[in-house]
T-cell receptor, first 115, second 117 residues
Framework: AQSVTQLGSHVSVSEGALVLLRCNYS??????LFWYVQYPNQGLQLLLK??????LVKGINGFEAEFKKSETSFHLTKPSAHMSDAAEYFC?????????????FGSGTQLTVLP | KAGVTQTPRYLIKTRGQQVTLSCSPI?????VSWYQQTPGQGLQFLFE???????NKGNFPGRFSGRQFSNSRSEMNVSTLELGDSALYLC????????????????FGPGTRLLVL
């Protein structure tokens, strides 16, 4: 079964610093990959997704992620953190069947932005 | 366009009871997926309904069931509640018609927080 591993359950950065959230997938066949964000007491919001069209994917709110097959990674980055970026971030993958409506999520990374 | 709505937002039940949660998708969306979110197990897929039929199912016991109505609203039911069923239950909707749905964006509701005592 497909799975994703998010390294670091908590990440703290200073406002204006680079944000790097790590995600590695386990699959012999490159899957579809997603990053979602969850703000307190809210549902999940899609930040971006990899669908094999391009390895560098740009998303909303200045986030981007690069798919690296050789490293089986799909890390999320943002050049300059903002206080409003504080939230929990989830990496997700489709199953072998490929249905994007049946996602397998990582354990999440809580991002704290320090003033 | 109104987003995905879930009712109720909060619920307290006792062990052994049953509970029904409701999800109204975005207008025009025909696929509804349900997820359970707990601190221990994280986010786990429960099932997906499309046009009143269950299309995909996760690895949950039969106590968890769902259905979808002709207006695409969906309900999930948990019978014989256990303490471990305490969780945030999220639903998500997509148009649903395309095969893998990869070209669609899944929109999540705010969730129903269930506490089992």
């Amino acid at each position: 079964a497909q799975s994703v591993t998010q390294l670091g359950s908590h990440v703290s950065v200073s406002e204006g610093a680079l944000v790097l959230l790590r995600c590695n997938y386990s699959s012999s066949v490159p899957p579809y990959l997603f990053w979602y964000v969850q703000y307190p007491n809210q549902g999940l919001q899609l930040l971006l997704k990899y669908t094999s069209a391009a390895t560098l994917v740009k998303g909303i709110n200045g986030f981007e992620a690069e798919f690296k097959k050789s490293e089986t990674s799909f890390h999320l980055t943002k050049p300059s953190a903002h206080m409003s970026d504080a939230a929990e971030y989830f990496c997700a993958v489709t199953p072998v069947s490929g249905s994007a409506r049946q996602l397998t999520f990582g354990s999440g990374t809580q991002l704290t932005v320090l003033p | 366009k109104a987003g995905v709505t879930q009712t109720p937002r909060y619920l307290i039940k006792t062990r052994g009871q049953q509970v029904t949660l409701s999800c109204s998708p975005i207008s025009g969306h025909r696929s509804v997926s349900w997820y359970q979110q707990t601190p221990g197990q994280g986010l786990q897929f429960l099932f997906e309904y499309f046009s009143e039929t269950q299309r995909n199912k996760g690895n949950f016991p039969g106590r968890f069931s769902g259905r979808q109505f002709s207006n695409s609203r969906s309900e999930m039911n948990v019978s014989t509640l256990e303490l471990g069923d305490s969780a945030l239950y999220l639903c998500a909707s997509t148009p649903g018609a395309s095969g893998t749905g990869i070209k669609e964006t899944q929109y999540f509701g705010p969730g129903t927080r269930l506490l089992v005592l």
